[in-house]
């Protein structure tokens, strides 16, 4: 993290507004990026906070914690893939959970755009230096299928696919407990979360909220758990997650909506004598499965699947086996 900075406004920079007076000292940030800064309070004048348009006084002295230089594009590293198809136009990947899609702050190493950097000379540059080919995203604890563009025809040919809505996308997913019916739409907005910044929430009539639609249908019943499948409309941030919290049956592990972020053997049977405290499972039980689309160049219908993950194939096979119905 970027040290506090103090400056003293000389002379010749008195009656300058204090966005400006920053861009001269911090050139390598965007203006935009700067006046953002000061609106989050990292920016004081006489020890009290300003606002981007204030002019400065000589002799004026101003704090200022810099926020990260961005970074050019992400730092190629040898990360193995498993690749699911590819071609000239585009590549899709099964991803690993605890696997970040784009480098951000906090995640610059490890990233799937730092491995995809590594394998693939060429990817479109539709989404800027730091995104390289992504399309679109899954949560870092989220596994499955995603699509990576290798030109910016076909980034743009796919992400008008998804903007239109008529790309298919369907997810496998565990929650505790089982729902009450069989299917069901789920048909609620989602905005920012009243007062918690890393999640979401259901919010009518709210400046941040938009429209989300989901359906779920039950695949498997167990004992105080159930495996399902999600078909999403709508791609809403967290929009699963939030989706099945709502209907009293959240994704199991799920750290942020279900009140658990692990599960042990001992969880589902007490009785077992051995190695009750392994730990089975510990992020979100969900998994982009499958992805139905239209090839950017020949206009085919592409249907893409992806295996579960073994951590996620492996609780199927202990509430088979611990929670059968």
Same mark, same amino acid.
């Given at each position: 993290?970027?040290?506090? /900075?103090?400056?003293?406004?000389? @002379? ?8 400006s ?7 390598k940030?965007?203006?935009?990026k ?17 606002? &981007?348009? +204030?002019? #400065? ?11 990260? /230089? ?19 136009? #585009? ?12 480098p ?10 730092s ?15 730091? %995104?390289?080919?992504? /399309?679109?995203?899954? *949560? %870092?604890?989220?596994?499955?299928? =995603? ?13 008008? @696919? ?22 069901? +739409?789920?048909? !609620? ?13 259901i ?5 941040? &909220?938009?429209?989300a ?19 999403? $409309?709508?791609?809403?941030?967290? !929009? ?13 592990? *799920? $750290?942020?909506? &279900? ?6 053997l ?5 009785r077992?004598?051995?190695? #009750?405290?392994?730990? =089975?499972? !510990?992020? !979100? ?14 206009? *085919?219908s592409? =249907? ?7 951590? =996620? ?7 088979? $086996?611990?929670?059968a119905?």
């Amino acid at each position: 993290m970027p040290e506090p /900075v103090k400056l003293t406004v000389a @002379q010749e920079e008195s009656g300058m507004r204090l966005d400006s007076y920053l861009v001269k000292h911090f050139s390598k940030h965007s203006r935009v990026k700067l006046q953002r800064a000061i609106a989050a309070g990292s920016v004081t004048v006489d020890k009290a906070s300003a606002k &981007s348009s +204030v002019r #400065l006084k000589t002799g004026q002295i101003v704090w200022f914690t810099p926020p990260e /230089v961005d970074r050019e594009g992400p730092i190629p590293e040898n990360i193995p893939l498993d690749i699911l198809y590819e071609d000239d136009a #585009l590549v899709a990947i099964n991803k690993p959970p605890a696997m970040v899609v784009h480098p951000a702050k906090g995640n610059w190493q490890g990233t799937l755009t730092s491995a995809l950097a590594f394998h693939f000379k060429s990817l479109s540059s539709v989404g800027g230096p730091t %995104r390289p080919g992504i /399309v679109h995203r899954l *949560d %870092r604890d989220t596994s499955g299928v =995603i699509l990576v563009a290798k030109t910016d025809d076909a980034h743009q040919k796919l992400s008008k @696919q998804f903007e239109l809505r008529t790309v298919k996308k369907e997810y496998f997913a565990i929650v505790t407990p089982a729902p009450d019916r069989d299917r069901d +739409v789920i048909d !609620q907005p989602i905005g920012a979360h009243p007062y918690q910044r890393e999640k979401k929430a259901i919010r009518e009539n709210h400046s941040t &909220s938009k429209n989300a639609w989901s359906y779920y249908e039950v695949v498997e019943r167990f004992t105080g758990f159930a495996s399902v499948k999600v078909k999403p $409309r709508t791609g809403r941030t967290h !929009q699963i997650r939030v989706h099945m919290a709502h209907v009293g049956c959240p994704v199991l592990c *799920d $750290r942020l909506y &279900s009140g658990r972020a692990a599960l042990r053997l001992q969880d589902l049977d007490r009785r077992s004598a051995v190695e #009750l405290d392994r730990t =089975i499972l !510990q992020r !979100q039980a969900l998994h982009a499965h499958r992805i139905e689309f239209k090839h950017p160049v020949s206009g *085919d219908s592409m =249907i893409l699947t992806a295996p579960l993950a073994a951590d =996620i194939q492996e609780m199927l096979e202990m509430l088979r $086996r611990l929670r059968a119905v």
